[in-house]
């Protein structure tokens, strides 16, 4: 049949099985957007800003596993999606981002709306492409799927020149297997790999399983949990690992790192092997590097062999599918009992900084911690959270005990403030039966605030709980920390969010006492529609524990405790 | 210390950006690079010298690994290989000093490939050591302008280190290994 470029776009997002396509129009885009009328199957979301369309498209993927489709026009437009992008390729997040781009003989002639694309976003994707012959196009499209999906994902760029979109040509689907010479996603060790790995693991005393992730993008949830079951090995998680292994598992430590608990860390600390498992050591999880588990062999498991050695040395690497790796270690690993230093775990969790809040006297403020627990309560660890980026992230990884994969979807590596709304909003179309909560804080939800009208255009229901402080919370605390007390620029005047939500025609409400708390969250969910509630929280909080950017692991910053510790209550552990 | 990398690339247009990129972005130094084609249509070569430790360059080759259009990479660092490099070099030549530097060109085996009144341009090629000695010689004459390819490097024997899907050192083994 002969069809121009912009119907072939359509055809291949179709055979990719594309359902959503998250984006803003304009003029270089045109030709795609005009064709886009033709393909009824495929649901178009209007967003305010491409950030947004960036964000919902990785919210979208994170949520579902499916490629996240977002859609721009060339110049301001794809540089709008830049953020997007970057954050999706540091929490590798399979995502095809479609820009159009000026008409080829114009590019290099600094024509309207014109820019760089590919040049821009070479370092922050998997891979790019510029299409300025059509009949490139589907072989470029059907590419840029396959290395979006498979081995670690990531993010692919197509920058589409306009006269492309517009020029017509025979054409037939190419059906043909892709071959990338240069391209290798289907690694797996080598047998003296696995050998010298079970070797080590058998013969671990004190080990501990840091698990990332590489977990969910493999699938090996399943095969995690029988790992840990089979070798009694503790799991913890990085702040991306979350969901990945039942928050509610016995052998289950939570998260580690900057803002883990003092024993999870302590554990790593302790431990004489550490397995590494679809995690990639950063500088948020290690701390100072010379003192890093010094006393533990390490074992990494990653897709990604660039990953290996490259901030920590390890004794083993094993390359490969994380699923695959650890079904051939269970073959061979032996059953263990490593009751002595799961005891000596169990002491250690006596010592839990996460829990000392809750212990404080309900003197009338609402603490972000008891509404991040309420709200875990409430919805039994089954909501689907999503976060922005600051102290109610942190706050969110500690006390909200995940069990579900894919449940906590946060920016962990890039820490993209505004994230959140869009990234909820993207996560909520791929898992439309889920109750997503969307956790942000005050500034953060006014990057991308104007995305609440994309939610009330598309009628689509998100919660969105603003932990509204008046600050700039994770900078003023490092300024209270570290810059004693001097606040620059953290003081934040917001407009009234209750009203904000009622001018979208949306639902607002108000908490401002932790007895509030559970009626709000129970209306929030009844209610239909998105709707935002402002949980007015203590304004100079922090989040504890903290190990200082570059401290050893076990050099943790504790809440000062004003009052006696109360008796805790079994569920808020 | 220098490692020498032998890399195989898709000929296709801003693969050298790409390559470029990446050394700038993990901030490491590219002191020589030459690129050119190979006996395989669609595929060029490119000889890398970059300054950084036996750890850092297992970093940087990973790296390289990851760039789609990179097919093979191997480092020539530490299996014997001959490198070679290319200079052409204008330098002014008198009707007194024209004896003097013939002598020099033929000692180090260079050719003259172009002469006026005043001057010559001389192409000599070799390794860097030999290069830089020749320029010292032809220096207190008064170099006028100077050109050079960067190192192209090749290990020795009968064997390819660096076919695609060949037996390098890269993580892109052809065949994926079970357990048995």
Not at chain 1, 27 to 56: C, K, N, W
Not at chain 1, 84 to 111: E, H, N, R, W
Not at chain 1, 422 to 427: D, E, K, M
Request: with cysteine.
């Amino acid at each position: 049949m002969k069809i121009n470029g912009a119907h072939i776009v359509w055809e291949c997002l179709r055979k990719e099985g594309v359902k959503l396509v998250f984006g803003f129009p304009g003029g270089a885009t045109l030709p795609i957007y005009d064709a886009m009328l033709d393909f009824p199957d495929i649901h178009h979301v209007l967003t305010r800003h491409e950030q947004g369309a960036s964000h919902m498209a990785d919210g979208f993927a994170r949520a579902g596993g499916q490629v996240g489709v977002c859609m721009a026009t060339s110049g301001p437009g794809a540089t709008n999606l830049v953020t997007g992008i970057a954050t999706a390729m540091m929490d590798s997040s399979p995502m095809v981002a479609i820009t159009g781009q000026v008409v080829s003989k114009l590019i290099g002639y600094d024509a309207f709306q014109e820019t760089d694309v590919t040049g821009i976003t070479l370092p922050i994707t998997k891979h790019n492409y510029l299409v300025t012959d059509v009949h490139e196009l589907t072989e470029v499209i059907r590419e840029a799927f396959y290395i979006a999906r498979t081995g670690r994902p990531g993010p692919v760029l197509v920058d589409i020149a306009k006269d492309v979109q517009q020029t017509f040509i025979d054409w037939e689907y190419d059906n043909t297997p892709i071959h990338l010479r240069g391209y290798r996603p289907d690694l797996s060790p080598l047998p003296k790999d696995f050998q010298q790995a079970v070797d080590m693991i058998n013969e671990a005393k004190r080990p501990v399983i840091l698990a990332g992730q590489g977990v969910m993008l493999s699938g090996a949830m399943a095969e995690l949990n029988e790992f840990a079951n089979k070798t009694h090995t503790p799991v913890a998680m990085t702040l991306l690992g979350l969901g990945g292994f039942p928050a509610s598992h016995p052998m289950n430590l939570g998260m580690m790192g900057m803002h883990g608990e003092a024993w999870v860390n302590n554990t790593i600390q302790e431990s004489d092997l550490i397995l590494a498992f679809g995690m990639r050591f950063d500088d948020r999880v290690t701390g100072n590097l010379k003192t890093y588990a010094v006393h533990a062999k390490k074992i990494h498991a990653d897709i990604d062999p660039s990953e290996i050695n490259k901030n920590v040395r390890v004794d083993q690497a094993l390359i490969g599918d994380l699923r695959s790796t650890l079904l051939t270690l269970l073959k061979y690993v032996e059953p263990r009992d490593h009751a002595e230093w799961i005891d000596h775990i169990t002491e250690m969790k006596g010592d839990s900084a996460v829990r000392d809040i809750m212990n404080l006297p309900d003197n009338n403020h609402l603490y972000a911690a008891h509404v991040i627990n309420d709200l875990w309560r409430c919805t039994q660890g089954n909501a689907l959270v999503v976060t922005d980026v600051g102290q109610h992230q942190m706050w969110s990884a500690q006390y909200y005990k995940q069990n579900n994969p894919g449940g906590f979807i946060t920016s962990g590596g890039l820490g993209t403030m505004g994230f959140g709304l869009p990234a909820a909003i993207g996560a909520k179309f791929a898992k439309p039966e889920a109750n997503v909560w969307a956790i942000v804080g005050d500034g953060g939800i006014q990057m991308t605030q104007a995305e609440l009208s994309t939610a009330a255009q598309e009628g689509i229901k998100v919660n969105v709980a603003i932990i509204n402080n008046g600050f700039l919370g994770m900078v003023r605390q490092w300024q209270e920390f570290f810059y004693e007390k001097r606040y620059a620029a953290t003081p934040l005047k917001s407009p009234d969010f209750v009203k904000i939500a009622e001018a979208h025609g949306l639902t607002g409400l108000r908490v401002t006492q932790r007895s509030e708390i559970e009626a709000a969250i129970y209306k929030a969910e009844e209610t239909e529609g998105t709707v935002v509630v402002d949980f007015r929280v203590e304004q100079e909080d922090s989040v504890y524990p903290m190990v200082p950017s570059g401290a050893d692991l076990h050099a943790m910053i504790r809440r000062p405790m004003p009052n006696p510790i109360a008796e805790t209550p079994e569920d808020t552990i | 210390m220098y490692h020498t990398l032998a890399v195989l690339v898709e000929d296709k247009p801003g693969v050298l950006n790409r390559v470029a990129s990446l050394f700038r972005r993990r901030q490491f130094n590219i002191e020589s690079l030459a690129v050119g084609h190979t006996d395989q249509s669609g595929i060029s070569r490119m000889t890398i010298v970059t300054e950084c430790s036996d750890i850092e360059i297992e970093r940087v080759i990973a790296y390289l690994h990851k760039l789609v259009n990179v097919l093979q990479v191997n480092d020539l660092t530490h299996v014997a290989n001959v490198t070679r490099d290319l200079a052409m070099i204008k330098v002014n030549a008198s009707i007194e000093s024209r004896t003097h530097i013939m002598q020099i060109v033929d000692v180090f085996r260079a050719r003259i490939v172009d002469v006026t009144s005043s001057s010559f341009i001389i192409e000599i090629t070799g390794d860097e050591e030999k290069i830089e000695g020749f320029i010292e010689n032809l220096r207190p004459f008064g170099i006028i302008e100077m050109g050079r390819t960067g190192i192209v490097a090749m290990a020795r024997g009968a064997v390819s280190q660096a076919a695609p899907n060949g037996n390098g050192n890269g993580y892109k083994r052809p065949v994926p290994a079970q357990m048995n």
